[in-house]
């Protein structure tokens, strides 16, 4: 089978390798569909702590169970899957333990024709989504779902303000607190997502390239119990500003760096909370699942790559402009 492989000095190609079988309480996947991480991207840089070359990239995947290990029930065989990316978060759910690692680093990961997970990471897919809509729920959405239910304890009448909304796990976190009653506003640098934003029920839109858009957001919407963000940077103070009294910012990344500086007076004074996140224990990916399925939740799909056009789809995520995931099909 063809399998995107990390080898040396931080190359990533599509490479021949033999195809895997499952061991005792594993399945095999044949995989339907992959999505694209920021990991991926970040893996392939170089830009990333514990690289192993000749690991098979990729995190997520959807696709259909082919064989099944010892001990592992035959029910699985033929059906449609996703699959839970966490490995060995350990005991505590509040933060992942020490020997917890992400499918696709330091093991074999989707970007290949086949791939060999234990069956408890299997969850059957959910049935209103294809295969390459549930492509796009495993890392992302367990990101956003820990980022607005376990930190964020989103509920409705809430505001909430989520940056970057065409973010893989932003518009997640878009729709997922919306789907719990939120009034749910967005930044974006892209006039694109921006209405595609407001389409989707965002209560405002402000476009975070615009100089003044602090003071437009304070005059039109007012201040944010929550804001979710993953830019970081300096104008992770910006968001420090447009807080609630009693309200929590809550980022699960920093693409744009560390602040120069932290408006910590500012954050004292409003009692304010900074709360870092990381992917979700294994019990909220099956409640992630749930929730997409009980609100019908349509993950959007920014661009689709054929499997062999994997490399570009990596080096291509970082074309921001449109909303949502990318996607490999097989
Ligand atoms: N901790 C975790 O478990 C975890 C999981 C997944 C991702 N991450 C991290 O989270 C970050 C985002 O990941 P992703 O997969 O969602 O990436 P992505 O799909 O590439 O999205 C990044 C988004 O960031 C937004 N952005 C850029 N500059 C911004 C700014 N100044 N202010 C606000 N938003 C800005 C853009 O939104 P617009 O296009 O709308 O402008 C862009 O679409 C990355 O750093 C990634 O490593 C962490």
């Known amino acids: 089978m063809k399998a995107l492989i990390v080898g040396e000095n ?3 190609a599509l490479t021949e390798m033999a195809e895997p079988h499952a061991g005792d309480g594993e399945v095999r996947v044949k995989l339907k569909a992959a999505a694209v991480n920021k990991r991926d991207y970040w893996i392939s840089a170089g ?25 592992v029930r035959k029910t699985w065989l033929h059906k449609a899957v996703i699959i839970n990316p966490n490995i060995n978060w350990g005991p505590n759910p509040a933060v992942q333990g020490k020997t917890y690692t992400i499918l696709g680093m330091p093991t074999h990961g989707t970007f290949a024709g086949y791939v060999v997970v234990k069956a408890d990471r299997l969850q059957p897919m959910p049935t209103h989504l294809t295969f390459d809509e549930a492509a796009a729920l ?4 367990l990101t956003a779902y820990r980022a607005c239910f376990f930190h964020g304890q989103v509920n409705a ?15 997640f976190a878009f729709m997922f607190a919306r789907a719990a009653g939120a009034a749910v506003a967005i930044t974006s640098g892209h006039e694109r997502n921006l209405v595609k934003a407001k389409e989707m029920g965002a209560t405002h839109a ?12 304070s005059m039109q919407a007012g201040g ?51 709360q870092g996140s990381t992917m979700g224990n294994d019990e909220e990916f099956k409640a992630m699942v749930a929730f997409v399925e009980k609100h019908q939740i349509t993950p959007l799909i920014s661009r689709r790559y054929p499997f062999a056009q994997v490399e570009n789809a990596i080096k291509e995520m970082q074309k921001a402009g449109l909303p949502g995931k990318t996607i490999v099909v097989f």
């Open 138 to 141: 495993p890392l992302a959405a």
């Open 47 to 71: 830009k990333y702590p514990g690289i192993v070359p000749g690991v098979v990239l990729g995190s997520d995947g959807a696709g259909v169970v082919d064989e099944t290990g010892a001990g």
């Open 206 to 217: 402000f476009n975070y390239r615009q100089q003044n858009w602090i003071e437009t957001a």
């Open 10 to 12: 931080n190359t990533i």
């Open 224 to 274: 944010f119990d929550l804001i979710i963000d993953s830019a970081g940077g300096d104008p992770f103070n910006d968001l420090i500003h447009l807080l609630n009294p009693a309200g929590k910012i809550v980022f699960y990344g920093a693409s744009n760096g560390l602040p120069t500086h932290l408006d910590l007076y500012r954050l004292f004074w409003k009692q304010g909370t900074i």
């Open 157 to 171: 009448g809430m505001k909430v303000l989520v940056s970057g909304f065409g973010g893989g796990v932003a518009h």
